[in-house]
């Protein structure tokens, strides 16, 4: 079993920025994948950053990239999200996640362990 707590959301002018942190317990993580997620009102589920546990590669949606980045850090368990030059359309919900069997996630039907979600509200 692994549990994801995240935290760091909150509301944010246009070009602002926020770090997004997931700690996960429960398992040992080096073979497994983890990510960001976002859900806005209405719409589904997207795919916004990935990073292997073990490597260290990263994959980011072409909505975020160069204005976001995923990290790891190995001894706390911990992946954040550092989400700069924020837009209103950057406004969602955002959910850590992790994969197992895989070194990526980029999908939600990769997903087998999901947080509990944290509101990212970006105003104009």
């Known amino acids: 079993q692994v549990q994801l707590v995240e935290s760091g959301g909150g509301l944010v002018q246009a070009g602002g920025s926020l770090r997004l942190s997931c700690a996960a317990s429960?398992?040992?993580?080096?073979?497994?994948?983890m990510g960001w997620f976002r859900q806005a009102p209405g719409k589904e589920r997207e795919f916004v950053a990935t990073?292997?546990?073990?490597?260290?590669?990263?994959h980011y949606a072409d909505s975020v990239k160069g204005r976001f980045t995923i990290s790891r850090d190995s001894a706390k368990n911990t992946v954040y999200l550092q989400m700069n030059s924020l837009k209103p359309e950057d406004t969602a919900v955002y959910y850590c996640?992790?994969?197992?069997?895989?070194?990526?996630?980029?999908?939600?039907?990769?997903?087998?362990?999901w947080g509990q979600g944290t509101q990212v509200t970006v105003s104009s």
């Open positions: 429960g398992r040992a993580f080096s073979s497994y994948g």
């Open positions: 990073i292997s546990w073990s490597s260290g590669n990263t």
């Open positions: 996640a992790v994969a197992v069997g895989f070194r990526s996630v980029v999908a939600v039907d990769q997903v087998g362990y």
